[in-house]
């Protein structure tokens, strides 16, 4: 598959890189002039329309992992305005599936992460109203309508906090058990929902436009990763027990 990435450059970028390089060609796109791989770069600003179409020509797949989180204009540009800008170039070439990416509080935003349990991505969504969570939401009800409207599938990937994985995780000393939230994932299990999200066929899944909890099995029960192992058949392969057994370590 083609797959166009949008927004490559940042955290998550590098790992989804790694995830789906050997088996897609990929065109890796941010705002940033730099680019350090070997994969094919374009400098690519996700609010230039133009640019965008003209990026996605012959493209199978977008996927789209940019993010401006707290300048009031960019954070629309880029969030709310960046998603138009990916569902417009998929109408106009046809292309059939895009990966979008956010925070957890695009759905769960404060009316339940401070009081709720069993949370999972199916709920109504309250995103609140700070500006990323805001900006991301109206992006993802931008995806929301466009695959209702034309022959597509966006499939939301939601994340809340990364760990390090392996050699790079903090040691026990360094670990602070009060910093640990109940929706985290390391890096390298985030990104290997992005090749199942970009090769399960569509009449696996439920509807044109599904969301998805993407964090690791852990013991607090406030989220729900359920559909993800469900669906896209996403397995954590670490679940981070050097954070919440903090005690017994
Ligand atoms: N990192 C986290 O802790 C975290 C937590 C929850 C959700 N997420 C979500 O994961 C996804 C990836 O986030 P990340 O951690 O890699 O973010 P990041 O901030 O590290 O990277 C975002 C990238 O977007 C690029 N970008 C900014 N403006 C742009 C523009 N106009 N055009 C093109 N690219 C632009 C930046 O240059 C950067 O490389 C995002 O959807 C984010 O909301 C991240």
Not at 37 to 43: P, R
Request: proline share 4%; glycine share 6%; with cysteine.
């Amino acid at each position: 598959m083609k797959v166009l990435i949008l927004g490559s450059n940042g955290m998550l970028g590098p790992y989804v890189e790694k995830a789906l390089q050997d088996d897609h060609h990929l065109i890796l796109t941010d705002i940033q002039e730099e680019y350090e791989g070997n994969n094919e770069y374009l400098q690519l600003d996700v609010a230039d329309l133009e640019g965008v179409v003209s990026a996605a020509e012959g493209v199978d797949a977008i996927v789209n992992l940019s993010v401006l989180r707290h300048d009031r204009k960019l954070a629309f540009d880029v969030n709310a305005r960046g998603c138009y800008n990916v569902m417009k170039a998929a109408v106009h070439h046809g292309i059939s599936r895009v990966i979008n990416t956010g925070p957890h509080f695009t759905i769960a935003g404060p009316g339940y992460e401070d009081f709720e349990f069993n949370i999972n991505s199916e709920i109504p969504s309250q995103s609140g109203t700070g500006l990323y969570a805001h900006t991301k939401s109206l992006g993802q009800e931008i995806c929301r309508v466009f695959s209702e409207n034309h022959d597509l599938h966006v499939i939301t990937l939601l994340f809340y906090n990364f760990k390090e994985s392996g050699d790079n995780m903090l040691s026990a000393s360094d670990i602070d058990p009060n910093q640990f939230v109940p929706f985290s994932v390391t890096w390298e299990d985030a990104a290997r929902a992005f090749p199942l999200s970009l090769e399960i066929p569509d009449d696996k899944l439920p509807s044109k436009c599904e969301i998805f909890n993407i964090f690791c099995d852990l013991p607090h029960g406030q989220f729900q990763n359920e559909k993800a192992r469900r669906i896209l058949d996403w397995e954590p392969t670490d679940n981070l027990e050097e954070y919440w057994k903090i005690d017994s370590l």
